[in-house]
Structures are given as C-alpha cells and as structure tokens.
C-alpha cells in the first residue's frame, strides 16, 4: 500500500484558509506579479518566489559580504549569509507561532540583504553621496531582483523587502514583512554580541546588567525570550510587536554595541577605509565607464545608476582586489 500521497498547489492553498489566522497573508489572494505567469503545479506563488531567490546569484555573494568585521580572517565570524539564513529560521519560527503565511517570512527573510554592499552599513554611508536623499540596501534589493537579476517576484514579497529597515515609511503592508523587520534585529544585535565576545572586544562580564536580567544567559537564550516576547505581545495586540520592556531593552543593547563595538576607534578606522575603497570604486568607474562589466552598460539609465549597482554587487574581497589592480597594480 502506497503510504504517500502528493499535495500539489491547490491543496497547500486549502491548508492556508483552514489552518492560518485570519491575519495572515494568503497565498491565493497574492496582489501577483508584474508580469503574469502561469501557477506552479505544486508551490504556492510564495514558496516558488522563495525558490527563486534562494537560487538567484546575488544570495550565493552573501557568503563573502560581511555584518561588522571587514574581510575577516576567521571562519566563525557572520556574514551576510549566515545572519540571513539565522534571520529566516526566527522568522519561520515567528510565522509558525502566530499562523502567518511561512512561506512568504522565508521569501522576504531570504532576499532582504542582497542589495547589502561590501563591507556591512559603512558601504551605504559610502554610496549615498552619489543619490538624493540616503542610499539603502533595501532599495537595492528590490532594484537586484526587478532590475538586475529580474525574477517576476510577487508584489507581497517585493514590498517586505522594500520595508524590512526601521528606516522605510511605510512600513510593510503585510504581517509577514512586519515579521522581518523583529527577526533581522533580534538575528544581528545576538550575533554581532557573539562575535564580538569571540574577537575580545568585550566579554560576557562586561555586558550590560539590564541586558542580562531582561535577555538571560547570552546566545540562544538570547534569541528564544526575544521571540517570545513578539509572540506573547502579537497574540495580545492583534499585530505583529514586541513586548514594550523588551523591546526598550533591545533599543538599550544596540546602544551599547554602537558604544563598545561598532563606533569603537578600531571600527572607525576600519569603517574610514571601506567608504574610501568604495568611493575610489565609484569614482574611477564614472570616469572609466568602459572597465565595468558589459552586463552593467546594456541599460539605458544614468552612468550613476550602473556604476553603483557593479560597487553594490562586489563582495568585500573582490572589492579588495579590484581595488589593488586599479590603485597598486604592481
């Protein structure tokens, strides 16, 4: 007797209005694509636009982008890569917890840092002379996967990672996207603490006591009374928050990493070269149009526009080298 039995689109989609709260963001009742295609067989629209992106070649360059330390020595230390992938197991673990559509937590969570430039936040200070206004990886991740590597997704999973920073006003339309935006803080201010404990920059001693009495042992412990603090608060409210004490203990950590780990004088002059290095990059490309890569001259947009997205795209050790080859070619 044949034990398995197929559960193709349809049925996932049945599953959806039977089993998720009635917040959730339905797969069948997706605002859809820009350009329309026909539905897969067996993935709803959101798991293929997870599919999509996990495939895509700017999340396999997340691997050689760095969170905090610049080209780092270690194998231990965070990337874009793994903080993406702990920032989608926390928001699988948040969907699941309150009913809301995983499958489109994993999409955003997923594609949400592949407009990240090299060398973590001190890239975006670098790029945002050459735009109005402030330069942002969500903007350029929305840009990566219309533009650049287009791949059809949907307007649900467009508009998480368009809003998944603080920054952005609105915030996202979706409690699948709202998700994101916990799950991204909690995932970096845990890991950023971690591997700064790893390089000695600070120890586990010298951690805040509120810290300590509101988040408990540092690591896991860490992660699981942030994500029960989002889930006891959301099931109270009706929308997607965190517990007000918790969340003003978080707000009272990440003032200390910017304190003792991210403005530290060590970190300033790592951050100084790397918004050089990627000023050198832009300026020598805007008057060397021809040395970029063809992909990035077959558009008909501003010269601006295509230098920054080549700078965006590198990885903090091919930014390296190109910059060598240019500036200390011998």
Same mark, same amino acid.
């Given at each position: 007797?044949?034990?398995? #039995?197929?559960?193709?689109?349809?049925?996932?989609?049945?599953?959806?209005?039977? $089993?998720?709260?009635? @917040?959730?963001?339905?797969?069948?009742?997706?605002?859809?694509?820009?350009?329309?295609?026909?539905?897969?067989?067996?993935?709803?629209?959101?798991?293929?636009?997870?599919?999509?992106? $996990?495939?895509?070649?700017?999340?396999?360059?997340?691997?050689?982008?760095?969170?905090?330390?610049?080209?780092?020595?270690?194998?231990?230390?965070?990337?874009?890569?793994?903080?993406?992938?702990?920032?989608?197991?926390?928001?699988?673990? $948040?969907? =699941?917890?309150?009913?809301?559509?995983?499958?489109? !937590?994993?999409? !955003?969570?997923?594609? #949400?840092? !592949?407009? #990240?430039?090299?060398?973590?936040?001190?890239?975006? =200070? @670098?790029?945002?002379?050459?735009?109005d206004g402030e330069w942002l990886h969500s903007e350029q991740s929305v840009r990566v996967f219309e533009v650049l590597e287009p791949l059809n997704l949907t307007w649900e999973v467009i508009d998480g990672i368009r809003a998944h920073t603080w920054k952005v006003d609105p915030p996202p339309a979706t409690p699948e996207g709202m998700i994101l935006r916990f799950a991204d803080r909690i995932a970096y201010l845990v890991h950023d603490m971690q591997d700064a404990i790893r390089a000695e920059i600070v120890s586990e001693k010298g951690l805040p006591s509120e810290s300590l009495e509101a988040f408990g042992k540092p690591g896991g412990e860490w992660v699981s009374r942030m994500i029960r603090a989002v889930i006891d608060e959301s099931l109270e409210k009706g929308v997607v928050a965190m517990r007000p004490e918790m969340m003003a203990a978080m707000h009272g950590f990440r003032e200390f990493m910017y304190e003792r780990v991210y403005l530290r004088p060590e970190s300033r002059k790592q951050a100084d070269k790397a918004v050089r290095i990627l000023r050198d990059l832009v300026d020598h490309f805007l008057e060397n149009p021809d040395e970029m890569p063809e992909s990035y001259r077959q558009r008909d947009e501003p010269l601006v526009n295509q230098v920054i997205d080549v700078v965006a795209g590198m990885t903090d050790r091919y930014a390296l080298r190109i910059h060598d080859q240019i500036y200390r070619p011998f």
């Open positions: 007797m044949n034990e398995l #039995h197929g559960v193709g689109r349809e049925k996932r989609e049945e599953r959806e209005r039977e $089993l998720l709260s009635p @917040a959730a963001t339905l797969s069948s009742e997706s605002r859809g694509r820009e350009r329309s295609e026909e539905p897969d067989a067996f993935r709803t629209c959101f798991e293929r636009d997870r599919d999509r992106i $996990l495939y895509s070649k700017a999340f396999r360059r997340l691997k050689h982008k760095t969170q905090v330390f610049i080209n780092p020595e270690g194998d231990h230390v965070v990337t874009r890569l793994t903080h993406t992938l702990q920032v989608a197991q926390i928001g699988r673990a $948040l969907a =699941l917890a309150l009913g809301l559509n995983e499958p489109l !937590v994993e999409a !955003v969570c997923l594609g #949400h840092e !592949v407009g #990240h430039p090299p060398f973590g936040h001190n890239g975006e =200070l @670098a790029l945002s002379p050459y735009v």
